[in-house]
């Protein structure tokens, strides 16, 4: 049951083969039996998930069900839920209970899915290997001594250690492609825009997107047609028709151009992930796609520009936090510029001081122009870069990460070392463009273990639907979606 | 050497509408602390800002009203800075690319010692759109510092000016303008006291007939038009001072202390923030179409210059009369409802300038507060020209009418009508008994009694003294009372005389 599509655990549901409370609890169980090793989740409240389950027994009874009602989901901490405390991975907001939801989490509930509990994550969605939340790493399903990939690593490790049926996790520069490549499960990162930000705790406003973390490409498609959707309370949002994400999913993929960036493949790239993502292309081949070599000339920049623009933002996002309304304030201060340092110098981690620091650096006076400024038009010929692309294919796919799973600790005191593990991912978000990792192959380390390989398919604006498609149709004639990490049973 | 002073002003306008300028929170003013604070407001993890059209509206207004250009493409930036009355730690505001740009306006600057009244104008640089920051409130609780957010997120339009002010009389006469235009165009309700219309003014100083502008202090908060005068006129002679002496003027921001009518430096340039501004990804640029311009226009009520101008056309006013009637809306709608309950427009506007504004300001009234309204107005001034009563003895009935108001004056905006208005001036004129005399037989006999009773005065003009005439037209006038009617009086007594 643990292993079924959200598919048929709606079937399941819908027949009464089991209630949600049984299917609710299985999971729990699993979480009891296994979080406190493997710590993905950070907020647990048993009481009001089952009173979720009950209401979605009560939804399913009353004949009122859709595809999701009575389907437990983790969410990421990084959206608020009233009632529940709402951490974002930091101590800066440890004890801070949201008084409203997300949009996110409304239409989760409003479909009659199960909140589990809320999603370990790096403080304020800032790294790539969960390592930077105060309430400690997270365990890669496949490798316990090895990281999830981050920022949403609690929500990749609760769905590839099956104690979810699904989770939402946030992507800012690869935080829902990462972790998913790293721990063999299915992601998409929408196009901006699509899913609501609102409730959605910020890190860089212009970058951020919500989307599904999930076993396959089919339960990502209920899953986005439960988040997508226009939000009046978010200006960014686009205001379009509702789509069914699963329309296309069948569609077979004769003609289908796929691009393929030779950035993408050049040095930095592990050896035995590149063989994966060949394999995976091939296989494609056979599927009738037509290859195209294409170039993203400024690839190399993304890397650097995202992090003058992140960082710009996140320095002003997060100045909210200041100990005067709510989170952490320090015990002892003596005037008000006291509380305000001492609070946020306790209340924010290594990672989130770097960027403030940077982002504070680069929208000062006399260094606007030359990194803001210019980081925004260099963002421009990024997205140029794509537009010119997808003239010449349908999809363009690559590595969604450079390399497999790395050692817990082995990058935390090299920040440029972590920060390229977005190098394939940031440049969508540079752009707005819609990205998703599957599942492709396992790689060898040098310890004998096999870790998960993840290919990216990166698709047009909107685009998601045909993506969503040619990730179905791969996990029709592969299996790697459905492995599991041993041990776990 | 001879000094002249350069004035600019930045102005605060609180805009009137119902909700907060990027949520749906109320703006009222006065209530219980943090009650009108939302969740955007109190700037909780996660939350949005969704731009408020009606305060879009409103900067359109202000704009058509100046005869600005208004950007098809403006851009909201964040104003970073850490204060515990700014719940995100940066204000969202305009910066480089403002609603509003340049336009103008014309002051009148009232006449000053041998110096005569003339028109000056002022040009606008900008109008951007900004949200108001909450309140600390010190003291409430011992020993500790409090945060109302109810007045975060109030939308404000803040109007930038050129350094064209030479004088604190032309700094004020534009900012009793602007206070009265923002209030004419309604997006403004013009409150000091709640700060609805805050200025903030720059003044600094040079040898006149020099360009270079002398380093400026800028006089932050002003909320009355005195203090405003007052300020100036301390800190331009303190600045002259401080030069003559042989110093130099600091850039600053300065405070005015109404009890010792000084003003005093907070806080020096040195010290000023970085606001490391920044296009708020949040929000997306603003467009304002042609369309949208249109659409605003066409709410836009008729505006004081074209009022103006209508009034010297339409009722052959005076360019005096009619700038001085359209100086304030509600004094100009009280004009015309006067004239549209049948008065003729040269005695309205000659009443509503004197005697109706004699009262209101001896008693410290608004003119939408008038115990008099406009159709009574109108009906008295109707009696005069129909000859029912003299000029004289309509002041009497004004009198009466504004000691004793009628119940049914509630306002000029209350619907009045002739049918009760005429009935009541009517009323007082006979509980007066102030009806002039017109009918012939009665001014006859009274005439004939006061020529008995002259007969030397009579002779006089007989003999060619034509002042003669005037003593016995004020004889019989005397005698009715002053309720004759005096061109009859006039008329009778040329006959029985044979002049």
Partial sequence: MINSSLKTLGQMLAKKEVSSVELTQAFLNRIDTFNPEINAYIGLDQQKTLAQAQAADA????????????????????????????????????????????????????????????????????????????????????????????????????????????????????????????????????????????????????????????????????????????????????????????????????????????????????????????????????????????????????????????PAEASSNLSRYDGVRYGHRAAEYTDLMDMYCKSRAEGFGAEVKRRILIGTYVLSAGYYDAYYLKAQQIRRLIAQDFEEAFKHCDVIMGPAAPSTAFKAGEKVDDPVAMYLQDIYTISTNLAGLPGMSIPAGFSTGSDGKALPVGLQIIGNYFDEARMLNVAHQYQQVTDWHTRMPEGLA | MEWEVVIGLETHTQLQTKTKIFSGASTAFGSEPNTQACEVSIALPGVLPVLNKEAVNCAIKFGLAVNAEIAPRSVFARKNYFYPDLPKGYQISQYELPV???????????????????????????????????????????????????????????????????????????????????????????????????????????????????????????????????????????????????????????????????????????????????????????????????????????????????????????????????????????????????????????????????????????????????ELLGSLLTRIADGSISNNAAKVVFEKLWTTPDSRVKSVNAQGGLDWTLEVVDQVILDEGLKQVSDTGAIEAIIDEVLAANAAMVEEFKAGKEKAFNALVGQAMKASKGKANPAQVNEMLKKKLGA
């Fill in chain 2, 100 to 374: 509003v740009g340049k336009g103008s306006v014309t002051i009148q600057v009232p006449a000053a010692g041998k110096t005569p009244a003339y028109e000056k104008v002022i040009n606008i640089t900008r109008a951007h759109l900004e949200e108001d920051a909450g309140k600390s409130v010190h003291g409430a609780v011992e020993g500790m510092s409090g945060i109302d957010l109810n007045r975060a997120g109030t939308p404000l339009l803040e109007i930038v000016t050129e350094p064209d002010m030479r004088s604190a009389a032309e700094a004020v006469a534009y900012a009793k303008k602007l206070h009265e235009l923002v209030q004419w165009i309604g997006i403004c309700d013009g409150n000091m006291q709640e700060g609805s219309f805050r200025c903030d003014v720059n003044v600094s100083v040079r040898p006149k007939g020099t360009d270079k502008l002398g380093t400026r202090r800028e006089i932050k908060n002003l909320n009355s038009f005195k203090f405003m005068q007052q300020a100036i006129e301390f800190e331009t002679r303190w600045q002259i001072e401080t030069l003559e002496d042989g110093g130099t003027i600091q850039q600053a921001t300065v405070l005015f202390n109404p009890d010792t009518g000084e003003t005093r430096a907070m806080r020096s340039k040195e010290e000023a923030n970085d606001y490391r501004y920044f296009p708020d990804p949040d929000l997306l640029p603003l467009e304002v179409t042609a369309a949208d311009k249109a659409r605003v226009r066409a709410e836009m009520p008729e505006l004081p210059e074209a009022m103006k101008a209508r009034f010297e056309s339409e009722y052959g006013l005076t360019a005096y009369d009619a700038a001085t009637l359209t100086a304030s809306r509600d004094v100009a709608d009280y004009f015309v409802a006067a004239v549209k309950a049948g008065a003729d427009a040269k005695p309205a506007a000659n009443w509503v300038m004197g005697a109706v504004s004699a009262k209101l300001n001896a008693e410290e009234k608004a003119i939408t507060e008038s115990p008099v309204n406009p």
């Fill in chain 1, 59 to 310: 939804m399913i009874a009353a004949g009122n069900a859709g595809p999701l009602t009575g389907i437990p989901i983790a969410q990421k901490d990084i959206f608020c839920a009233s009632g529940w405390t709402t951490t974002c991975g930091s101590k800066m907001l440890a004890n801070f209970v949201a008084p409203y939801d997300a949009q996110v989490i409304t239409q989760f509930d409003a479909a009659g899915a199960v909140n589990l509990g809320k999603t370990n994550m790096d403080e304020f969605a800032m790294g790539s290997s969960n390592e930077t939340s105060y309430f400690g790493g997270v365990k890669n399903p496949w490798d316990f001594t090895r990281v999830p990939g981050g920022s949403s690593g609690g929500s990749a490790a609760a769905v590839s250690a099956r104690l979810c049926a699904a989770a939402t996790g946030t992507d800012t520069g690869g935080s829902i492609r990462q972790p998913a490549s790293l721990c063999g499960l299915t992601g998409l990162k929408p196009t901006y825009g699509v899913v609501s930000r609102y409730g959605m705790i910020a890190f860089a406003s212009s970058l951020d997107q919500a989307g599904p973390m999930a076993k396959s490409a089919e339960d990502c498609a209920l899953m986005m047609n439960v988040m997508a959707g226009f939000d009046e309370r978010d200006s960014t949002s686009l205001d379009r028709e509702k789509e069914d994400y699963t329309r296309d999913l069948n569609k077979p993929l004769q003609g289908l151009r796929v691009g393929l960036p030779k950035e993408f493949f050049a040095e930095g790239l592990d050896t035995n992930v590149g063989k994966v993502i060949e394999t995976a292309i091939a296989e494609y081949k056979k599927l009738g796609a037509e290859i195209v070599e294409i170039s993203l000339p400024n690839t190399g920049l993304s890397i650097p520009v995202y992090y003058v623009l992140a």
